[in-house]
């Protein structure tokens, strides 16, 4: 056993001993002093002073028969180990743990879904993207999903942060199709001060077509003209044995577009 999970399991044993003493003495949840309460205790210092049986005992609202909620939820995070092995358990999983049932579950499930998807808009307020890798890092899931090719244009500010992304146009590249308007349109409206390309190839190959290339010196041409320059084109492919990266930077390719 891990030095962490140990120290885990012995916090959980010793904080299970007034829950003990409570259950010994016929006292429920809210027979507790207001003081040692999980919602009242959240509501006198804060979420950040609980600990994590007593934010799921929250969730749980009651337990059962001889145990808390809060005894429920120690018994849930020791039987999985780790705050985040229970944030990945199914409803059936949880629902089949004493005290728990299916409504809780299914609560639970939606309580760890909504930190999940709030972890994901944290990471796009206003990434730093000064380098492709950054940019990459941001739009990879993204674009691996996608079955066609789509142009996209990541505005930024004076910093180098994101702004937004607007999508330009889906669909193999082609210079004649792409128009500078489609491009910088958005980016004057947004006050941008830079922008980067960025598409992806579905085939897999990240290497720059002819097309490709031609776009992107048309694309360049243009916010010189209009002061707000375009920075990098990015072609997000899949890695493979042939090639580590699973993209390409046209700008650390080393050609003279961007010149």
Known sequence: M?????LFKEELRLDASYGQILLAMGLRLKDQPLGERPR??????GPDALGHAELVAILLRTGYKGATAVDVAKTMLAQFGSLTALAKATVDELARIKGVGRDKAVTLVAAFALARKMSAELRWESPVLDC??????LLREENLLRDVETLQALLLNTRRRLIRVHEIARGTLDAILVHPREVFKPAIAAQASAIILVHNHPSGDPSPSEADLAVTRKLVAAGQVLDIPVLDHIIIGCASTQRQKDFVSLRALGMDIFD
């Open 132 to 137: 492709p890798e950054a940019v990459v890092k």
């Open 40 to 45: 009242e205790r959240l509501i006198q210092y």
């Open 2 to 6: 891990s030095g962490a999970l140990f």
